[in-house]
């Protein structure tokens, strides 16, 4: 095993630290978010920071890099207070991965995506997208370690392929081809290796 | 396209809702966080809700459902300041969520992984894990939305196999075989869709 001490990591070159620190933390879900600003121009923009933060109410988590420049995404948020989740699969990953850029048209028109417009947000759906989830602000957090912001938004709509929800609720997101990320430019699929049984201590864990 | 509305979901059982919710947000990375008290009693936990929030300094974050019941590894670390990350391959996988059990002793006697305690914290690292965190508490947030509490940790050291880093500093995870999880209890390995180039507005992302 190799060891790589605090100062170890305060002396690699930025490039290096930032794909050392982005990756070790593991896979995370990526997915475009859509919002429009008050003129009604839209914007897209591919993120990695999405979290689930709670079912009832049933919220989650958006976090920014420091808001010191323009952030057109944040800033529609803030002064809108909707937005759009959608997910990523292998058909339109180029596509998402080029939003990143910077563009001076809507991300959409620019990259070959289609807003598709609901009734529960004032923000598009990406219709290429098969996961879709409507959202509105309901909290903001400032992290003071290094200014970046957390926005918690609650779910108010989801759309997405009636057979891929089981049940018990699970979405079998592998169905709907959703890829995850690593570090900043990293897309993979995922194959299942187990769903288990809620633990217990006198039972081993079993398939379900 | 299925529509789920806001009424829908608060009208589900608590059970399907928990699963969709926890599901829709997408892949998530999954680790153990290994912890002690001032007793220096061990305990270790799996979560899935760890989140990349910086690289320099480098910090991660992890959320924790509401402070209302006992919490073991929140409250060691509020008290200790201190705590591990270990990722979690396949061979450590059954072990990894029988530690979500009700258990009397140290999970880590009671589900068979070992504490391996290093010289930067005081909390151990799991020995059979490819990739080990060591971290200090910085920064507490309280979500106030639904009470759930962000902990924001810097990275003081990471042990990992040397030859699972590329020469840019990123890790390759599915070589060290860390796996990803989905909603409550699904684990994923992933393959690799692509890496790719910079997104610049004039050409097209390309494979890296």
Redesign the interface.
């Known amino acids: 095993?190799?060891?790589?001490?605090?100062e170890d990591?305060?002396s690699?070159d930025?490039?290096?630290?930032?794909?050392?620190?982005?990756?070790?933390?593991?896979?995370?879900?990526?997915?475009l978010i859509a919002s429009v600003n008050t003129q009604g121009e839209t914007n897209l923009a591919i993120f990695s920071?999405?979290?689930?933060?709670?079912?009832?109410?049933?919220?989650?988590?958006i976090?920014f890099r420091p808001h010191t420049v323009v952030r057109h995404t944040l800033e529609n948020i803030l002064s809108t207070a909707e937005f759009t989740?959608n997910?990523i699969s292998?058909e339109i990953?180029?596509q998402a991965?080029?939003?990143?850029?910077?563009?001076?048209q809507s991300e959409f028109e620019?990259c070959g995506l289609t807003p598709d417009f609901g009734t529960?947000v004032c923000a598009p759906y990406v219709r290429e997208s098969s996961?879709?989830?409507g959202c509105k602000l309901?909290?903001r957090?400032d992290?003071?370690?290094?200014g970046?912001v957390?926005i918690?938004g609650?779910?108010?709509?989801?759309?997405?392929?009636?057979n891929i929800?089981?049940d018990?609720?699970?979405?079998d997101?592998?169905m709907a081809g959703?890829?995850?990320a690593?570090?900043l430019?990293?897309?993979?699929?995922?194959?299942?290796?187990?769903?288990?049984?809620?633990?217990?201590?006198d039972s081993?864990?079993e398939e379900?």
Not at 49 to 54: L, P, R, T, Y
Not at 168 to 171: E, M, P, S
Request: proline share 5%; aromatic share 6%.
């Open positions: 095993m190799k060891k790589i001490s605090a990591i305060l690699y930025k490039r290096f630290r930032t794909n050392l620190i982005n990756t070790v933390t593991g896979f995370k879900s990526v997915s920071q999405i979290i689930h933060v709670g079912a009832n109410p049933p919220l989650l988590g976090l989740i997910h292998s990953l180029r991965h080029h939003t990143s850029a910077r563009w001076e620019a529960a996961v879709q989830i309901v909290e957090q992290i003071q370690a290094n970046t957390l918690i609650q779910i108010v709509e989801i759309r997405l392929p009636d929800v089981h018990d609720g699970f979405i997101l592998e959703s890829l995850c690593l570090g430019d990293s897309y993979h699929n995922t194959t299942r290796v187990a769903r288990l049984s809620y633990a217990k201590p081993q864990p379900i």
